[in-house]
């Protein structure tokens, strides 16, 4: 994070954290659109999964969620490096904080339908454990890992 003696956004490395957000937010909507949507219509219509399918589906379902959160962090890891930088393109900077917003709203979704699909019960609304059990399981692991909203 070199910047010059007036506190001045270095202009390559600003330009550079502008394009590393584009491109990880990219990549991030065309995962989640090509990889792990059409999982989840094939699932939601269960017209083509037989019952006997359906577990193992979910699970595939599970694995390829915990991927989504991998990518979902590396993309808000570039927003955040984009943000400690600042950004000496203003157009450019404000085309990848719009794609960062449209690919949040995505993955918000799909989120929702894949909580739905894992039936990941709110942590507020289960019952207590008795002080003497363990609490897991509580959330589901792969949703767990989510990175938060700033």
Do not use: F
Request: charged share 35%; hydrophobic share 40%; glycine share 2%.
């Amino acid at each position: 994070m070199a910047a010059d003696p007036d506190n001045h956004p270095d202009p390559d490395k600003s330009s550079v954290a502008d394009v590393c957000l584009l491109l990880r937010a990219h990549a991030e909507a065309r995962w989640l659109s090509n990889q792990l949507a059409p999982v989840l219509r094939e699932i939601e219509l269960r017209a083509s999964i037989s019952e006997q399918q359906l577990a193992t589906a979910l699970a595939y379902l599970e694995v390829l969620w915990i991927e989504a959160c991998s990518r979902a962090r590396e993309t808000e890891s570039a927003r955040v490096e984009l943000d400690a930088l600042g950004s000496t393109d203003r157009e450019l900077r404000e085309k990848a904080y719009r794609y960062h917003v449209a690919v949040r709203r995505l993955r918000d979704g799909v989120e929702r339908r894949v909580a739905r699909l894992l039936a990941v019960p709110d942590v507020d609304a289960l019952p207590r454990a008795r002080p003497d059990t363990p609490e897991r399981g509580r959330v589901h692991r792969s949703l767990r890992g989510r990175p938060a909203r700033p």
